[in-house]
């Protein structure tokens, strides 16, 4: 393994204060430098409120994130705010901020073309599209879907709670899994950005799994399905214009009765792994899955430590080599070696950093 890699900026997603799940403790949107084997520790890029997940334009120039709450500037309903990015210092200027059209927003995304952003309402379940001015600022709200429904658990399901959206690779189709009606809805985004459901196209889930988040395999012909409440992971292949399941397996070892959540999911650069994030007091863990691409079945190899309590988020360097892990509950980023030969993690490093939930390089 290299003991080297090219520095590289984290900007960090956060909690800034109380909400049911957490008491943020952060200042805003953060920034630490990272040299592959430790992070630096965190500045302050911007103050803003829980801005719980953020993300970047592709030539690194704006930031977005949502801003996570109930209510935001007086207002019901959470926001969404812009910023300009400086290409040196990475400092961030406020731009300007909208209603995200919900409450609670988990999670946002610029679309392919960069001419919107579009924001995952999980506590009112809702999903909304917001326009960018040519400068970047957010304007006005072009679209927005109200999802309806319910599932099995009596507190987690009783209403709809989307939690990530996504754009297909290959097709640009916008897909959202939601929580609380164990869905993974698939929507066409129009010119004027408008979403148009495609209604016969949903991806299957298991009652009661409670879909989380989704991550496409590097070749874009494979996609992975974290289901939060029965801590699985499910791939699927493409079939014709939709996808179909190939392998599903448990996030924990065999026997585990404990509770415990899935959060995150990153594939390896190589599409050899997949690693699922754990949440719990016997859990709080990496799992480690392979993934054969030939016949589109998984295993888990391991569950590996993260130092650290609820590890919200995770992410891989370009080169595969290393793994930063966000540890929300107790304000740390673990820096973890990953041999793709064998699935193998290491320890390497742990910085203090407050309520961390969403890791970003740039």
């Known amino acids: 393994m290299p003991d080297m890699l090219e520095p ?10 109380p909400l049911p799940h957490i008491d943020g403790k952060a200042e805003g949107i953060l920034s630490c430098s990272f040299d592959g084997t430790t992070v630096g520790p965190p500045r302050v890029l911007a103050r803003t409120r829980n801005p719980s997940f953020v993300v970047l334009s592709s030539d690194g120039r704006r930031l977005y994130a949502v801003n996570e709450a109930v209510s935001f500037e007086e ?26 059209g919900g409450l609670e927003p988990a999670h946002l995304e610029l679309d ?26 957010l304007g006005a709200m072009t679209g927005r879907v109200q999802h309806e429904g319910t599932s099995l658990h009596p507190m987690r399901q009783s209403a709809p709670h989307p939690h990530m959206v996504i754009f297909d690779p290959r097709t640009g189709e916008l897909l959202v899994p939601d929580l609380g009606i164990d869905a993974v809805l698939v929507y066409a985004l129009t010119q004027n950005g408008e979403l148009v ?26 996609l992975f399905v974290v289901n939060e409440l029965d801590n699985t992971l499910v791939a699927l292949r493409r079939d014709e214009d939709g996808f179909v399941p190939t392998g599903r397996v448990s996030t924990l070892p065999k026997g585990f009765s404990a509770h415990s959540q899935a959060a995150a999911i990153r594939v390896s650069p190589s599409g050899r792994w997949a690693l699922v994030s754990n949440r719990g007091a016997e859990s709080d863990s990496v799992a480690v899955v392979s993934f ?21 988020d995770l992410m891989f360097t370009a080169d595969g080599s290393r793994v ?9 980023l673990v820096v973890l070696a990953f041999e793709d030969a064998t699935g193998r993690l290491e320890d390497l490093s742990k910085t203090t950093v407050p309520t961390p939930v969403c890791l970003r390089t740039a």
């Open 292 to 312: 054969d691409e030939a016949d589109g079945s998984l295993e888990l190899v391991h569950m590996h430590p993260t130092s650290g309590r609820e590890p919200r």
């Open 75 to 100: 207002s019901p309903g959470g926001g969404v705010s812009a910023f300009s990015r400086h290409p040196v210092t990475g400092e961030l200027t406020l731009l300007n901020t909208r209603p995200s």
């Open 112 to 137: 392919p073309s960069e001419r919107f952003v579009l924001v995952a309402n999980y506590g009112s379940g809702s999903v909304a599209v917001l326009a960018l001015e040519d400068d970047g600022r």
């Open 197 to 222: 459901a495609q209604a016969g196209r949903r991806l299957p889930v298991v009652r009661g799994a409670g879909p989380r988040h989704l991550a496409f395999h590097p070749a874009g012909d494979c």
């Open 324 to 332: 930063v892990v966000a540890n929300q509950g107790t304000d740390s």
């Open 8 to 17: 590289r900026e984290l900007v960090i997603g956060t909690y800034t204060g």
